[in-house]
């Protein structure tokens, strides 16, 4: 690629963050270009393609094109329509023989109760009180404060209703629950899993009940898949005088006298820009910057991130899925064991009439299963991976004969990812994903911001505020991206 002499901003990374960055500069009338290690944009919300069909590679169910979603927002403000059905239920949760609607109406309420009984009933007020609060909050201040002006927003916003989540500061989500296991407390911590990264022992109270209530706030399939977002939004880009470099890696980010000055890409060619947006997670952001090192180091090494996600991508003909089942499901195989690790499993499939994603009727499926990194470091070094990785496959069949029995043997194609693959397509340090489990010290207020030590360096992506998902990585984007275009 012929880089231009010089950059106003330059974001590094074409995820789902990086893009909606890149998007707010260059509303802003600012000349951008993105560099994107991989020949396609995404990153985690991308997609692939095999044997006809089109698989999307890590997320699959999004939230944020509601009235009051940031998705809608953005793509209404870009004159852009992508077709998102909202789901209801938004997933057919299997606590082993158990089956629940994740209903997100009124219908939810008859639907725990059944399944929790009348007991879980104080639990569910308190979590849909607080989530309302938390989100009248959030949407008022959709970043943190990192200097005076922000703070002044931040104080602002403040509402006196809001003075309900001052209680919730600095506890988890497991001091509002009954004590002791149940099928509650069994079905929330897998759906804690997927939305927070840890269960309700260790997230924050007000981030949880908020992660709880994504499908009273809707859920929705795209058309197209999830990677519908990311190509509307390089699309947008390019509309709006940006480019984005592909094949290009960014090697580190220069900095003189504590003011960015560009980025040198791998093979040592140096691109400049008055301001830069690393939008990779924190730990790639340390390795491309020594004053991100200096700064947060010693809280990057600290960090309690151990999950990779271990995939199947399966292609089914029409005839091995009946016509009225749901596209996402979340199997636990046993309740009492551990998640993760093929015991708790989520599915999502592309709906009937996508044709763009599989042929004459047939679904593109994609499984994933929380798994611990050093499980699969280990596995390479002693020569296992093959193995490990067939295991890894059978469990996740085993999950899908649970949600759609009979199907596993009429697969036509199935292929799988473990964290390593993550780690050399979207370059993440050791495949880790889902952003940082959102504990009391990380999520919101102890969460990583926009803000860098370096004047005209930023950050966003899904370990910093407000988190993993595509609405966590547009929102910390939005932030990152006005804050470079000053
Ligand atoms: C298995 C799985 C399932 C998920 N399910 C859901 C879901 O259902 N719903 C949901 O909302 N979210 C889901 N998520 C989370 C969501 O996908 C992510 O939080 C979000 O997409 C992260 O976006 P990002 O831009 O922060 O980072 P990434 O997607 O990681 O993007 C970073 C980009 O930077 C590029 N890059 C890295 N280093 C460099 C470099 N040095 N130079 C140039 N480019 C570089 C990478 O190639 C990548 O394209 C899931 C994630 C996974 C892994």
Redesign the pocket.
């Given at each position: 690629m012929k880089f231009a002499e010089r950059y106003d901003g330059i974001v590094?990374?074409?995820?789902?963050?990086?893009?909606?960055a890149a998007v707010r500069m260059a509303q802003a009338g600012l000349r951008v270009l993105v560099?994107?290690?991989?020949n396609v944009?995404?990153?985690?919300?991308?997609f692939y393609q095999r044997g006809g069909y089109r698989f999307?590679?890590?997320?699959?169910?999004?939230?944020?094109f509601g009235r009051r979603g940031v998705h809608s927002q953005i793509f209404s403000e870009l004159g852009v329509q992508l077709v998102a059905r909202r789901l209801d239920p938004a997933m057919v949760v299997y606590l082993g023989k158990q089956r629940i609607l994740r209903y997100g109406d009124a219908r939810w309420r008859a639907e725990r109760i059944a399944a929790f009984g009348a007991e879980g009933e104080a639990f569910w007020r308190k979590q849909e009180r607080l989530a309302d609060l938390a989100w009248d909050f959030s949407g008022r201040m959709p970043a943190l404060p990192v200097d005076a002006s922000g703070l002044r927003a931040f104080v602002a916003a403040l509402r006196p209703a809001h003075l309900g989540l001052l209680p919730a500061l600095g506890k988890t989500l497991a001091s509002i629950m009954p004590p002791g296991r149940s099928a509650l407390r069994a079905f929330v911590d897998v759906q804690l899993l997927?939305t927070a990264q840890c269960d309700a022992d260790a997230a924050d109270l007000a981030y949880a009940a908020t992660a709880l209530d994504l499908a009273r706030e809707g859920t929705y399939h795209l058309d197209g898949g999830?990677a519908a977002i990311s190509t509307a939004l390089a699309r947008s880009l390019r509309r709006l005088g940006g480019s984005i470099g592909y094949g290009?890696?960014?090697?580190r980010a220069i900095v003189e006298r504590g003011r960015v000055r560009g980025v040198e890409?791998?093979g040592g060619q140096f691109v400049p820009a008055r301001s830069v947006v690393l939008?990779?997670?924190v730990q790639?952001a340390a390795?491309?910057s020594a004053d991100i090192r200096d700064a947060f180091g010693a809280r990057i090494a600290a960090l309690p991130q151990r999950w990779?996600?271990f995939?199947a991508y399966v292609g089914l003909p029409a005839e091995a899925v009946p016509a009225d089942t749901a596209l996402h499901h979340q199997v636990v195989l046993d309740p009492a064991a551990a998640l993760g690790e093929g015991n708790s499993v989520?599915i999502?499939l592309s709906a009937a009439d996508e044709s763009a994603r599989a042929r004459n009727g047939g679904r593109a499926v994609?499984l994933?299963t929380h798994t611990d990194v050093a499980l699969w470091e280990r596995a390479e070094h002693d020569g296992d991976m093959e193995r490990l990785r067939a295991d890894y496959v059978s469990r996740l069949l085993r999950a899908l004969e649970r949600a759609l029995p009979g199907s596993a043997e009429r697969a036509l194609l199935v292929e799988s990812a473990t964290p390593l693959t993550?780690a050399r397509?979207?370059?993440?340090s050791r495949g880790l994903?889902?952003?940082l489990p959102q504990t009391p010290a990380l999520a919101t207020l102890g969460a990583f911001s926009h803000h860098t030590p370096v004047r005209g360096l930023f950050l966003?992506?899904?370990?910093?505020f407000p988190?993993?998902?595509?609405?966590?990585?547009t929102l910390?984007?939005n932030a990152a991206g006005r804050a470079a275009a000053g």
């Open positions: 590094v990374g074409a995820g789902v963050a990086g893009l909606t560099m994107e290690r991989h944009a995404g990153g985690c919300a991308s999307d590679v890590g997320a699959t169910l999004v939230g944020g997927i999830v290009i890696e960014a090697a890409i791998a939008a990779v997670p790639n390795e491309l990779g996600a995939m989520f999502s994609t994933s993550f397509y979207t370059g993440r994903v889902g952003g966003c992506g899904d370990t910093t988190g993993q998902s595509t609405v966590g990585a910390s984007g």
